[in-house]
């Protein structure tokens, strides 16, 4: 195992000079995705609407559930599995842009995952938009090595296109819904359907040569549903799907309140964390209730609740009635990184910055954004942050040990200050209510939202759990894209779990 990003510079990737083999897993010919391009917003446009003129997403989500039944998948969308009492599983999220960190993660998550009998892809599978002929370069190839299933929960860019490539490649190949009856003239429904987003004509019609990649018998996987429980050893391990705009609908929750009773403990994956950002999250169930309330219930046994949609790593260790429940953010398997420098001191549910755990580490983050931004803005002798520099900035601005200490040489001058204000980087709570910078937000909508980097460190990441009857012990993988990560990929963060 190689150094990580909390034991020297180079173990977070910086001043490597052997790149790592990821690319020649890679198409000849990749997509660049940027999310500031307006002809990839006006693609994405189902959120906004949704949020706009009333969201759908319950409503064809039951239908799909509906056909599924009819077809014959368990009522209950359990998947019964046949693991002994000791096994592994791998948990990745937000991976599917196909390009340069996605695949930087596969060499890793190949190597680590070898003895693994399952895998979980937490959010998001398949940018921007989910469609069909996107699985074969952002799904079918990078896992084609992967010698076990692989299940997924969808993200809402997997729901863009209403979902219908995830049913298509995770359930048995569901056909087409029905179409549904015209919305009333000139309501709110009638002028979200005038503005939705559909999938292309003729979209899907390269997947079965996809398919052929990951044809194996022992890589076959079919699931119920866009959310479903697994009984695996001794522990469930549910899933469930949060749509659009991250609530779940009242047929859903009646089904998690009803799977959570079986007295095995529990593990949650969810297209978006309950703790994230130093926030709280509970994630509403329509109807009346919440997520949270049916995790934190003690006779329902969840010892962790992972969700991606962030695309980074962060983990909250919160005291619960007398037991520990890790809250978890595992999104980093492949989509631009998602800032942890703008994660302000954290102080909540009782964790506090000696519990909280993130990678990457905030000065790595801060390093790597204003490098971002003196490239982009043709500025790099005054954004350009050493890591050295990030790291003692950020530790003044927060008033925390770093992750990592900085070079005894690392000076913070007003320019480092400045550039830390300028792109957002947190601050102590009583501090951040006094000296809230206006584009303390607004910085996430300039560069952030793309591709960042197509250039080592990418600071990806990916979780392996390992379960016995008395423990799961969870570890999260860093993949920067350097030769020395591929060949013994770090552990940035590790906990075991007790399964009382």
Known sequence: MSDSSRDTAEGAGWGATELG???????????????????????????????????????????????????????????????PDSFSFLVIGDTGEGDEPQYAVVPGFSKVGQDTRFAVLASDVIYPVGSADDYD?????????????????????????????????????????????APRPLSKAWLRSLLWHRPRKGDGQHLPQARELRSAPAQQAVQPGPYWAIDAGPVRIIGIDTGLLGTIDAEQGAWLREVSKDPRPKILITGQPLYVDGEYHPCAIDGGGTVDEIVRDPAHRYVAAIGGDIHNYQRYPVQVDGRTIQ???????????????????????????KEFRCYPLRGDSLAFYSGLYGRRLRLRRFFSLTEAEATAVVAERLDIRPGRAPAADARITRRT?????????????????????????????????????????FFKCFLRLDVTPQTVRLRCYAAT???????????EDEVTIPLF
């Open 21 to 83: 083999e990821y690319k020649r897993l890679m198409p000849s010919k990749v997509e660049k995705i940027s999310w500031l391009s307006p002809k990839m917003l006006w693609a994405a446009r189902n959120g906004v609407l949704a949020s706009w003129f009333g969201d759908p997403t319950g409503r064809t989500r039951s239908r799909w559930v509906a056909q599924r039944a009819a077809a014959g998948a368990p009522a209950d969308k359990v998947i019964r599995r046949d693991d």
């Open 137 to 181: 370069t952002k799904f079918f190839r990078p896992y084609q090595d992967y010698q076990a299933p692989i299940y997924a929960i969808p993200g809402n860019h997997d729901w863009y296109e209403d979902l219908g490539a995830f049913m298509r490649v995770f359930c048995d190949d569901a056909p087409p819904l029905e179409p549904e009856a």
């Open 327 to 353: 809250y978890v953010v595992a999104g980093g398997g492949g989509a631009f990184m998602h800032a942890t420098h703008t994660i302000p001191r954290v102080d909540i549910a009782n964790v506090t910055e």
């Open 417 to 457: 200050r400045l550039v830390a204000g300028l792109l957002g980087t947190g601050r102590r709570p009583d501090r951040a209510k006094r000296f809230r910078l206006p584009v303390r937000k607004i910085y996430t909508s300039l560069f952030s939202p793309s591709s960042a980097t197509y250039s080592p460190p």
């Open 481 to 491: 894209g350097n030769r020395a990560q591929e060949i013994a990929p770090p552990v």
